[in-house]
């Protein structure tokens, strides 16, 4: 069946230092959705790709969609204690448009200030 | 409402038990679906409902797992005969289906098999 990987499953980072995680697909996605959930919080979205090989930035947050549509990844630059928490990624299920999603397994992220 | 609740926040129930998980979409969000997130996992999909259509039961994990969506809004989780390895928050979310949207979380429920 489909899958959505990620990796690493955990990172722990000095405060300041970078961050990236990365969702590889099975098959091609159509599009490819990034949440972001605090500790004991629930998922929140962050960001949407939809164009093979784009490229798209919220502050310290720059994310990318491969040229296949098969991988996807999350950087951030100098991370801050307020990043904390496990990033996942997401793609469309395998009964294409009725749209449910696949999720990754989430990198969690820890911040050392 | 301003987003998607939940209720209970917290259930704690013995082995063998029913119990009903509740779900507010936000309102005129025709999908809705259901997720269980095990502690320091994934999300695992569990049902989705859009609109009038046939609900997409295929992540159920067994029979003893049902949902349902009255007047296209509120939806209830049935897990019968409760088991130890249920224990997860049973995360709910919503959304107005167009080209795969971005989806709302409710807060989620905490359900603790004893």
């Known amino acids: 069946g489909q899958q959505v990987m990620q990796i690493p499953q955990y990172q722990h980072v000095q405060e300041g230092e970078d961050f990236t995680t990365y969702c590889n697909s099975s098959t091609t996605l159509s599009n490819i959705q990034w949440y972001k959930q605090r500790p004991g919080g629930h998922p929140v979205f962050l960001i949407q790709?939809?164009?093979?090989?784009e490229v798209k930035k919220q502050k310290r947050l720059t994310f990318q969609f491969g040229e296949a549509k098969k991988n996807s990844s999350l950087h951030i630059t100098a991370t801050q204690t307020t990043d904390v928490g496990t990033y996942f990624c997401a793609g469309p299920g395998a009964r294409g448009s009725q749209g449910n999603l696949i999720f990754g397994k989430g990198t969690k992220l820890s911040v050392k200030p | 409402g301003a987003g998607v609740s939940q209720s209970p926040s917290n259930k704690v129930t013995e082995k063998g038990k029913d119990v009903e998980l509740r779900c507010d979409p936000i309102s005129g969000h025709t999908a809705l679906y259901w997720y269980r997130q095990s502690l320091g996992q994934g999300l695992e999909f569990l049902i989705y409902?859009?609109?009038?259509?046939?609900?997409?039961k295929s992540g159920l994990p067994s029979d003893r797992f049902s949902a349902e969506r009255t007047g296209g809004s509120v939806s209830t989780l049935t897990i019968q005969r409760t088991q130890q390895e249920d224990s997860a928050v049973y995360l709910c979310?919503?959304?107005?289906?167009?080209?795969?949207?971005?989806?709302?979380f409710g807060p989620g429920t905490r359900l603790t098999v004893l």
């Open positions: 790709l939809v164009k093979s090989g």
């Open positions: 409902f859009q609109g009038n259509s046939a609900p997409d």
């Open positions: 979310a919503s959304n107005v289906v167009f080209s795969y949207n971005e989806q709302f």
